[in-house]
């Protein structure tokens, strides 16, 4: 079975910081992999998706970065935190690229901007 | 790109009777239609989704209804309960390469 793991479980940072989150796949090579935030109380936005390792495909502008270096591994990060920042982070990844794409996420992260 | 309309955003109903979130969207290219279930702290989680070669599907107490030429589509909970209270999202497939979320709905049960 595969399972989703991310880290931290949750980040109280200072603004003008760097921040690294991380999710790990295990049990389904070469995953479609995906970052997505979600504001509190607010819909899914998704900001990156890979689909093999060294590629990122970034949707969204939000002073953010991401990166996959290996291919159960996809790392979200910035070297400066903005308040906007705060919210919940999801990883997810998917089966397939096609029309079935239903996406499996990880618990999240919870950074607290201040 | 796909935009996903949701409503309500807020939906209170009785203990036993049901509730209706719809969703529209705009890409006709769109050919699946998930549903998610966000409790409060917690990742959303699929509990039902329908393609585009169907027009209902029924798990348990949650129906989906698609409507291709309208671009609609819902999800109807029969017989609610407490534990039914949470967050929904309807999504959209944007051509295979993402889903695109609705704005969310917060179903309240009370009993």
């Known amino acids: 079975a595969q399972t989703i793991h991310q880290w931290p479980v949750a980040e109280i940072k200072a603004v003008g910081s760097p921040l690294s989150l991380g999710c790990t796949i295990k049990g389904k090579s070469s995953p479609n992999l995906y970052w997505y935030w979600q504001a509190t109380g607010g819909t899914l936005q998704q900001l990156f998706y890979s689909i093999t390792v060294g590629q990122v495909e970034s949707v969204v502008q939000l002073n953010l970065s991401a990166s996959r270096p290996k291919d159960d591994q996809f790392i979200l990060s910035t070297e400066k935190l903005l308040l906007s920042h705060s919210g919940f982070y999801l990883c997810?990844?998917?089966?397939?690229?096609?029309?079935?794409?239903?996406?499996?996420f990880g618990a999240g992260t919870r950074l607290s901007v201040l | 790109g796909e935009q996903v309309e949701q409503l309500p955003s807020i939906l209170r109903v009785q203990e036993g009777s049901s509730a209706s979130i719809n969703c529209s969207y705009e890409?006709?290219?769109?050919?699946?239609f998930p549903w998610y279930k966000q409790e409060p702290g917690e990742n959303p989680k699929l509990i039902i989704d329908i393609r585009s070669n169907m027009e209902r599907k029924q798990i348990q107490e949650l129906i989906v209804l698609l409507d291709k030429k309208a671009k609609r589509f819902s999800l109807h909970i029969t017989d609610t309960q407490p534990g039914d209270s949470a967050m929904y999202f309807c999504?959209?497939?944007?051509?295979?390469?993402?889903?695109?979320f609705g704005t969310g709905t917060t179903v309240s049960v009370s009993p």
């Open positions: 890409d006709s290219a769109s050919n699946y």
């Open positions: 997810a990844w998917s089966l397939d690229w096609g029309s079935q794409n239903t996406l499996y």
């Open positions: 999504a959209a497939s944007e051509g295979g390469r993402a889903l695109i």
